[in-house]
Nanobody
C-alpha cells in the first residue's frame, strides 16, 4: 500500500502547479482523498478533500479560489491544482487517503513546493 506525490518543485509567484497523488496497493474508488501541507515551523493543515462520490470541499481559507482537486479513479490518482501561487504556499504537501467506511488512513511521504522569484 503506497501513496506517492509528484509534480512538486520550484515555481514563481503567480504561476500554477499541479500535484498528483498516485495510489498503489488499493483503489482510490473507496477512499476520500485529501491534500495537506506543512510549512516550516507550522502544524500540518488540511487543504482540501475530494470525496469518493466526487464532491470537493476546500477547507483552508487561504487557498479558496486558488486551489482545487480532481480525481481519476481509473488511473488511481488524485490531483491538487494550484493557481496564483504565493510565497506563503511554500510547504511540504502530503496526500492522504481515508477509506469511506473503515476510516483507515494512508499517507504519502510528502513533496516540497517552493514558491519564490
Amino acid at each position: 500500500v503506497q501513496l506517492e506525490e509528484s509534480g512538486g518543485g520550484l515555481v514563481q509567484p503567480g504561476k500554477s502547479l499541479t500535484l498528483v497523488c498516485t495510489a498503489s496497493g488499493f483503489s482510490v474508488r473507496t477512499h476520500d482523498m485529501s491534500w495537506y501541507r506543512q510549512a516550516p515551523v507550522k502544524e500540518r493543515e488540511i487543504l482540501a478533500t475530494i470525496y469518493r462520490v466526487g464532491t470537493i470541499t476546500i477547507v483552508a481559507d487561504s487557498v479558496k479560489g486558488r486551489f482545487t482537486m480532481s480525481r481519476d479513479n481509473d488511473k488511481n490518482t488524485a490531483a491538487l491544482q494550484m493557481n496564483s501561487l504565493k510565497p506563503e504556499d511554500t510547504a511540504v504537501y502530503y496526500c492522504n487517503a481515508r477509506h469511506y467506511d473503515t476510516n483507515m488512513n494512508y499517507w504519502g511521504k510528502g513533496i516540497l513546493v517552493t514558491v519564490s522569484a
